[in-house]
């Protein structure tokens, strides 16, 4: 009996339909309620893991039409939060792109996944930091001979390619606003002169 009490708690336990124990005798009740639940939470992890991987995925949600409302809870409970949990990951990853790249470039993967590319989208543009970054890397290019651009780049380690894009378009904006001459012959007042003038230019 206690074999049979052990297998039967742990299968009625699987289908995760509540279910009072078909005994009477408190040593079966015991062991039958115990293999319950442990059928019950093993079932339970198995669907929860199926339908967390499956939105993190951005695959569909499969049809619950034929199962029990508790399966359906715990599967739709999973689903959402492996599905949000990928939109921030996406968001996130929209966010560290800033660093990396000057233009919004959404990922192939998501291009056709409207709510995805809105969530990177959305990352890309909340990286205020990049910009900040930007403002920082022009501001030392223009004034290249007296920027210490080597201590900058291990300073922004993380986001050296739009640092040196920007730091690239300062320099070349300082040189085609007063020449290589110009430099040579008085690099400071140059650049002080022009101060003003790079700040209009900026970032453009």
């Given amino acids: 009996m206690k074999k ?20 009477d005798d408190p040593g079966l009740i015991e062991i039958y309620n115990t293999q319950y639940k442990k059928g019950y939470e093993e079932a339970k992890e198995k669907i929860q893991h199926e339908a967390y991987e499956t939105a993190y995925k951005l695959l569909p949600m499969k049809s619950l039409e034929s199962e ?11 689903y959402e939060l492996g599905y949000q949990d990928k939109l921030a990951s996406i968001e996130k990853e929209g966010y560290q792109s800033a660093y990396k790249h000057d233009q919004l470039m959404v990922p192939k993967k998501y291009k056709n996944i409207k709510v995805a590319a809105e969530r990177y989208k959305k990352g890309f543009k909340k990286n205020k930091k990049a910009k900040k970054i930007k403002e920082e890397a022009y501001d030392d290019g223009f004034w290249f001979i007296v920027s210490n651009k080597k201590n900058k780049l291990n300073e922004y380690d993380y986001a050296k390619t739009i640092y040196e894009l920007y730091y690239d378009k300062g320099k070349k904006a300082a040189l085609e606003l007063y020449g290589n001459i110009a430099f040579v012959g008085s690099p400071i007042a140059a650049i002080a002169a022009g101060a003003i003038y790079s700040r209009k230019r900026k970032l453009k």
Avoid: F
Wanted: aromatic content about 12%.
């Fill in 68 to 78: 029990n409302e508790n399966y359906k809870s715990i599967y739709t409970k999973s």
């Fill in 4 to 23: 049979q009490a052990k297998k039967q708690g742990y299968e009625d336990g699987t289908k995760l339909v509540e279910k009072k124990p078909p005994y």
